[in-house]
Nanobody, 122 residues
Framework: EVQLVESGGGLVQAGGSLRLSCAAS????????IGWFRQAPGKEREGVSC????????YYADSVKGRFTISSDNAKNTVYLQMNSLKPEDTAVYYC???????????????WGQGTQVTVSS
């Protein structure tokens, strides 16, 4: 069974940092791209960042470039999202997703985590 489990969300002040983790199981990790998406109240889901587990290529939404860093630990089948300089606008439910083909606009596979809340106070 494909499973993605997020952790690391929480409440932080503006300017603070959080590290989100996405632990994957049930598929060949190196064959997939892993991405982070978020959805704020009243807004559409937004692609935040994604990484290819095989070659390490990374992509970021313009809104988070320079502040967020995605990385992977293939031995642990885990992808991380280090979020620095957090802004209230970053407040959202964050989801991780996996797909053989995955971009900031969607995925070829319907594998999603349960979501974790990130709240940034001003």
């Amino acid at each position: 069974e494909v499973q993605l489990v997020e952790s690391g969300g929480g409440l932080v002040q503006a300017g603070g940092s959080l590290r989100l983790s996405c632990a994957a199981s049930g598929f060949t990790f190196d064959d997939y791209a892993i991405g982070w998406f978020r959805q704020a109240p009243g807004k559409e889901r937004e692609g935040v960042s994604c990484i290819s587990s095989s070659d390490g290529s990374t992509y970021y939404a313009d809104s988070v470039k320079g502040r967020f860093t995605i990385s992977s630990d293939n031995a642990k089948n885990t992808v991380y999202l280090q979020m620095n300089s957090l802004k209230p606008e970053d407040t959202a439910v964050y989801y991780c997703a996996a797909g053989v083909l995955l971009t900031l606009y969607g995925s070829s596979d319907d594998y999603w985590g349960q979501g974790t809340q990130v709240t940034v106070s001003s």
